[in-house]
């Protein structure tokens, strides 16, 4: 069965220091895996992609790493920011020739406290 | 938001009524979705009108009704809906393309909040 599962289910850290959200998964055939950070009453938007044959990819104070072997990935966080507190969603891609399959984490819910 | 937008951003209707969410997307793209988003859940797929095909989700009761009159509109037509149904109802959209390797990333809108009485 397909299925991406996260963790932790939710954490708190103060503002400035660092974190690693994880995220497992059991998808195939696998095309590519997503972090997607949610807002509060907002729509999911995405942060990195990463196809088999990448191992991290980072945008800004976000680092992302794949490990296609053991099925892992992980988003660090660098100097957490208050804005960072949000939801985050590791999200897999089936490969296929139809239409997008996405499969979905139930997210990982980040607070950054003052 | 601009790119995905969706109206209303909040419902609360009785099991009654009968109320359809709208979704526009603004990229130019070819393909959208619905998705459903539960407390602790991951998200749920819906429908999917790619390439101008149809794909439904078998497990989805027939009370929600899916229509796509161009590439850029989406509704999802309610009706008798159940307390359960309450949850937050996302749009998306892509440019897919036949066959290939796929990396076409989703644009989300900001949903729907629908609350069922």
């Known amino acids: 069965k397909n299925q991406v599962e996260q963790s932790p289910q939710s954490l708190i850290i103060l503002e400035g220091k660092n974190c690693t959200l994880q995220?497992?998964?059991?998808?195939?055939?696998?095309?590519?895996l997503r972090w997607y950070k949610q807002d509060t009453g907002r729509g999911p938007v995405s942060l990195t992609i990463?196809?088999?044959?990448?191992n991290t990819k980072s945008n800004g104070r976000y680092t992302a790493t794949l490990d296609a072997d053991t099925k892992q990935s992980s988003l660090h966080i660098t100097a957490s920011q208050l804005s960072d507190s949000a939801s985050y969603i590791c999200?897999?891609?089936?490969?296929?020739?139809?239409?997008?399959?996405?499969?979905f984490g139930t997210g990982t819910r980040l607070l950054v406290s003052p | 938001e601009t790119g995905v937008t969706q109206t209303p951003r909040h419902l609360v209707m009785g099991m009654t009524n009968k109320k359809s969410l709208k979704c526009e997307q603004h990229?130019?793209?070819?393909?959208m979705y619905w998705y459903k988003q539960s407390a602790k859940k991951p998200l749920e797929l819906m429908f999917v009108?790619?390439?101008?095909?149809?794909?439904e989700n078998n497990s989805v009761p027939s009370r929600f009704s899916p229509e796509c009159p161009n590439s850029s509109h989406l509704f999802l037509h309610l009706h008798t809906l159940q307390p359960e149904d309450s949850a937050l109802y996302l749009c998306?959209?892509?440019?897919?393309?036949?066959?290939?390797?796929?990396?076409?990333?989703?644009?989300f809108g900001p949903g729907t909040r629908l609350t069922v009485l």
């Open positions: 999200v897999v891609t089936l490969m296929n020739t139809g239409f997008q399959k996405l499969v």
């Open positions: 990229l130019g793209h070819n393909a």
């Open positions: 009108y790619s390439l101008e095909e149809r794909v």
């Open positions: 998306a959209s892509s440019q897919d393309r036949t066959g290939g390797f796929r990396t076409d990333t989703q644009y």
């Open positions: 995220c497992n998964y059991t998808v195939s055939p696998f095309s590519n």
């Open positions: 990463m196809t088999f044959s990448e």
